[in-house]
């Protein structure tokens, strides 16, 4: 039997949970389910408190991928601005961890799938910056289903295997100045990014959440299948 390829799911830092005493580092549940019906096998990524970046490319690069899940905002600090009445109180821990998270996948070439603000921050990493609130548009981005349209010729595009489909998706903010390297790969009707790519990273990014329909919709199962076949290969490599 092939074994699981080791999957990074980089942990979001809870001040309390109801089963544990203090604090944790904890994951999507529909996250490691999605990866785990990928043929992957899903590990919490923890971040140390004040040594998030010490040895963190050694300890990633033991992965075969990174999955830098969704969360809270990111603060506007990190891309020059200020913050807006709309923004949530940001977590300078959380921030700092996964924009070096971020900034690693692209330097070592990890293969990795960034999911809604782990697009943003694989932005801000790069240097972009975020609109900090979306407009209303015809499109339900904050809690709803609405198409979007990868762009022909894409990694993207090759992977999904459709011109339109449908996603889940929870966000009010998004990519606006493009970060070093990144190309957008989909569209939503209203204008809105929503997946990048990076020129030479192994890295697919989206706004949207595959992990909450991909027991149902191929599109979203084809990017977690696409992670784990991309993690698959670089541990056969490195074998």
């Given at each position: 039997?092939?074994a699981?390829?080791?999957?990074?799911?980089?942990?979001r830092?809870?001040?309390?949970?109801?089963?544990?005493?203090?604090?944790?580092?904890?994951?999507a549940e529909?996250?490691?389910?999605?990866?785990?019906?990928?043929?992957?096998?899903?590990?919490?990524?923890?971040?140390?408190?004040?040594?998030?970046?010490?040895?963190?490319g050694?300890?990633?690069?033991?992965?075969?991928?990174?999955?830098?899940?969704?969360?809270?905002?990111?603060?506007?600090?990190?891309?020059g601005?200020?913050r807006?009445?709309?923004?949530?109180?940001?977590s300078?821990?959380?921030?700092?961890f996964?924009?070096?998270v971020?900034?690693?996948?692209?330097?070592?070439g990890?293969?990795t799938?960034?999911?809604?603000?782990?697009?943003?921050?694989?932005?801000v990493a790069?240097?972009?910056?975020?609109?900090?609130?979306?407009?209303?548009?015809?499109v339900?981005?904050?809690?709803?289903?609405?198409?979007?349209?990868p762009?022909?010729?894409?990694?993207l595009?090759?992977?999904?295997?459709?011109h339109?489909?449908?996603?889940s998706?929870?966000?009010h903010?998004a990519?606006?100045r493009?970060?070093?390297?990144?190309?957008?790969?989909?569209?939503?009707?209203?204008?809105?990014?929503?997946?990048?790519?990076?020129h030479?990273?192994?890295?697919?990014a989206?706004?949207?959440?595959?992990?909450d329909?991909?027991a149902?919709?191929?599109?979203?199962?084809?990017?977690?299948?696409?992670?784990?076949a991309r993690?698959?290969?670089?541990?056969?490599?490195?074998?």
């Amino acid at each position: 039997m092939t074994a699981r390829p080791l999957i990074a799911v980089i942990g979001r830092r809870a001040p309390s949970v109801d089963i544990l005493r203090f604090s944790a580092t904890v994951a999507a549940e529909a996250m490691c389910e999605a990866v785990y019906a990928a043929g992957g096998e899903p590990a919490v990524f923890h971040g140390p408190a004040r040594r998030t970046v010490v040895g963190l490319g050694e300890r990633l690069s033991a992965f075969g991928g990174v999955l830098l899940p969704g969360g809270a905002d990111l603060s506007p600090e990190s891309y020059g601005q200020e913050r807006a009445p709309e923004t949530e109180e940001p977590s300078a821990f959380q921030d700092a961890f996964d924009l070096a998270v971020a900034s690693c996948v692209v330097e070592l070439g990890l293969p990795t799938l960034a999911v809604c603000r782990g697009m943003q921050v694989l932005n801000v990493a790069l240097g972009g910056s975020l609109v900090q609130h979306l407009s209303e548009s015809s499109v339900g981005h904050r809690n709803g289903h609405h198409e979007v349209a990868p762009v022909p010729g894409t990694r993207l595009h090759e992977v999904v295997g459709a011109h339109r489909f449908t996603v889940s998706s929870y966000h009010h903010q998004a990519v606006d100045r493009l970060g070093e390297g990144l190309v957008v790969t989909a569209v939503s009707d209203d204008g809105c990014i929503e997946a990048l790519e990076h020129h030479h990273a192994n890295v697919i990014a989206v706004q949207w959440h595959p992990e909450d329909l991909h027991a149902t919709s191929r599109h979203d199962a084809a990017l977690f299948d696409d992670l784990v076949a991309r993690a698959r290969e670089r541990e056969e490599a490195a074998a």
